[in-house]
């Protein structure tokens, strides 16, 4: 309905802008006007994560350890940002983990396979982002990086960083 | 609850974006960097509206005249976008409506009352596109502005043009 799709409208609006306020006026894009773009989308979504998991940890019990964080926003915080939850979450146990999923909210808008993978990047910044800034306002310095292989599935890579 | 800020927070994020963007490297912004962000908002807000309309009344019977529009926009449409419907809706009979929403969505995160009053305007722009971008899409060219006199009530304006 139209209420889901409202936010990945949006999305699709500011990356669109934040893309073409870099290129204006040239006619490609060099690797460092695209490091730009990327930078501002995941610095939007940092701040959304952050205001997001306040709303959502209100309430919540305080987590035992980092694991359980980490399935907090696989879970809750997942579902209610990209409407379902992460399909597999693996971790090395030394504060590295791999969120799979299947069907990305905010990559099922683009055609599904192959053919436009190497546009997938610009729509991922952004959560890159709403995860680092979760993952932050909860206690947790973190790099997020994502990894398309075929669209729609996903798989985010966190990265904890230990003082 | 999270999902429902979601699309608010991410409009905060957008606002300020494109605010700081016309005013960088310059200390104060003139009407014109103004005009020109209001100008980018109300843009953005057009594409996401022609979209959401689209998915709203792909099911739905066809329009019987302009009023009925109208009072479409101000249920269904106002419900899925803003979560209300607009509790009043007057009009001249001549093409122009006013649309009044006593708790607009969007500026339920500013502080009530009259205080920040000179800041509405911006987080307006959008949502005016978002009217005349759905609009657009049944048909009905429009001019639609918005007017703040304590927030977070909110009126907005539609003068539909006739050819």
């Known amino acids: ?18 893309y073409k306020e870099q290129q204006s006026g040239k006619g490609e894009m060099d690797s460092k006007d695209r490091a ?3 930078s501002v989308l995941e610095g939007m979504g940092f701040r959304v ?24 926003i696989c879970k809750d915080f997942w579902t209610k940002v990209f409407r379902r939850q992460v399909d597999n979450l693996r971790t090395n146990h030394q504060g590295t983990y791999v969120l799979q999923d299947n069907k990305f909210a905010l990559l099922t808008q683009l055609s599904s396979g192959k053919q436009y993978l190497d546009q997938a990047p610009k729509y ?13 306002n909860l206690g947790l310095d973190s790099v997020v990086t994502a990894d398309v292989s075929a669209m729609p599935s996903c798989k985010f890579q966190v990265v904890i960083q230990k003082l």
């Not at 209420?3 to 802008?17: G, K, Q, T, Y």
């Not at 994560?49 to 964080?69: N, V």
């Open 124 to 136: 991922l910044a952004f959560s890159c982002g709403v995860v680092r800034g979760a993952l932050s």
């Open 1 to 18: 309905m139209a209420d889901e799709v409202l936010f990945e409208f949006l999305h699709m609006e500011i990356v669109s802008h934040v």
């Open 49 to 72: 994560g952050q205001g997001l998991i306040e709303r959502l940890t209100r309430d919540s019990p305080s987590f035992k350890d980092e694991l359980d964080i980490m399935k907090f």
């Open 36 to 38: 730009v773009s990327v």
